[in-house]
Nanobody, 116 residues
Framework: QVQLVESGGGLVQPGGSLRLSCAASGFTFSDYHINWYRETPGKEREFVATISTPTGATHYHDSVKARFTISRDNGRNTAYLQMNSLKTEDSGTYYC?????????WGQGTEVTVSS
């Protein structure tokens, strides 16, 4: 059974940090590109960051460059999103996505609220 389970969300003040995790099971994690997306009420789900395999190349949405870092640990079947210098506009539900050609798996999301 394929599963992606996000964790690490929560409430943080502006300027703070959070690290999201995405634990995968049921498929060969190391074969898949990993993406993070986020969704806020009234807006479409938007791309945040990606890390490819096997090169580990990364790419970010312009709004999070230099603040967020995506990484992966293939030995632990886990991906991460380190989020620093958080802004109120970073609030939303963050989703992990694993993609390889026509296969695409999604987690259930983890909520991030940036508020004072």
């Amino acid at each position: 059974q394929v599963q992606l389970v996000e964790s690490g969300g929560g409430l943080v003040q502006p300027g703070g940090s959070l690290r999201l995790s995405c634990a995968a099971s049921g498929f060969t994690f190391s074969d898949y590109h990993i993406n993070w997306y986020r969704e806020t009420p009234g807006k479409e789900r938007e791309f945040v960051a990606t890390i490819s395999t096997p090169t580990g190349a990364t790419h970010y949405h312009d709004s999070v460059k230099a603040r967020f870092t995506i990484s992966r640990d293939n030995g632990r079947n886990t991906a991460y999103l380190q989020m620093n210098s958080l802004k109120t506009e970073d609030s939303g539900t963050y989703y992990c996505n694993a993609r390889l050609y026509g296969s695409s798996y999604w987690g259930q999301g983890t909520e991030v609220t940036v508020s004072s």
